[in-house]
């Protein structure tokens, strides 16, 4: 078992869903004031946020606004923040490294920070606890380039001078876990799906006090136009 002071609690995920919940409503009413809000709404969202934050807040939006036709594609942050920027998505749910911040022509509503777990196979030989030197010697298991938890790996990776090894990329997270527990490198989970997951047994949360990994979830759009929508 994993001390329950390793996995994030639900809330978490909760309260990221209330916030996208609250600036998606705040968005269409700022777009029709009266209410009536039909037609196509086109939403992209990076994978880790659909995991941890997106389910249940969709289900009351389609309550919300019956009439309105969800088109959800999902993607990694710089390609979804292109396409908002393009008119090519209404809204984007996206992950930026600390420090980065979206486009100024964007309108830009602070989710707060995501984190996820590091997790690897018993047999890999992590040490318990290790330090980031340490985490450079192995191997990991990751999500394509785009992914912000990547990028802000390798960044802390490479300002202490350490190397930076992907053993395997794959998009699935349901993949990566297998490969994980299968000892093929250290992998990244959010906490809801670690819960969920069917290989957690199989895994062990690394505890790494000086390296937690961490980036700051937005929800951008354009403003309508003719007028300037600030979300508060």
Known sequence: GVPEHDIEQPYEAYEHGRRVLRSLEDLKAGVSPQGEVKGEFRLGIMPYLSDAALALPLDSLRA????????????????????????????????????????????????????????????????????????SHFAWVMSENGCGFRAFIRQSLEAARLPFQVGVEALSVDLRMSLVARGHGIGIVTPGAFADSRWRDKVEVIDCPDFKPQVRAWLLHRPPAGRHLLIS
């Open 64 to 135: 919300a606004f019956p009439q309105l036709e969800l088109r959800i594609t999902s993607g990694w942050s710089p390609r979804l923040v292109e396409q908002v920027a393009r008119s090519e998505l209404d809204a984007v749910a996206v992950c930026l490294a600390e420090g980065l911040a979206p486009p100024d022509e964007l309108v830009c509503d602070d989710l707060g920070t995501q984190s996820v777990l590091l997790v690897a196979s018993p047999g890999l030989g992590v040490p318990r606890p290790a330090n980031l030197a340490e985490l």
